[in-house]
């Protein structure tokens, strides 16, 4: 299936994304991030509406695709969460217990997330609801991960 030029620059904003979180990210690259996954989500609502419709379905290719977007942001998460804790654990103390909590209602949210997407069935429709969902929930955990005071 032959992608629109949209779902190209969208994928392209992504990967950009995900090469800037690869890194060690500071809270500015953090901020940056923030904002083109808005920009992104932002496209993508706009794209639904100036359709006309919403698609009810996805095809699995495009199900694959989108799945594959998911896991790597969770994928991300996941190393990001073990490498704070790898610091914490080094730091001697350094860091209250309340960052740790936070950091486990990281890795709680993070996986719930994870068991959404595993559960849902390639063949069910609805996906728009379904990705927005997912959207949103990623958007809440970044938004949490950014809370965090390390200092």
Known sequence: MKMQPSALFIALIFQLSLLIVSCSPTRKEME???????VRLELKHIENNANGQIQKSKTAKEWALLSFEYELIIENNEMRIEELKQQIEASN???????TRQLEELEHRNAEIKEKLATKD?????????????????????????????N
């Open 32 to 38: 940056e991030e923030e904002r083109i996954y808005q």
């Open 93 to 99: 103390g350094e860091f209250s217990p309340l960052i």
């Open 122 to 150: 390639a063949s069910q429709s609805d996906w728009v609801r379904f990705q927005m969902e997912i959207d949103d929930e990623i958007a809440l955990y970044r938004k949490a991960f950014r809370e965090i005071k390390f």
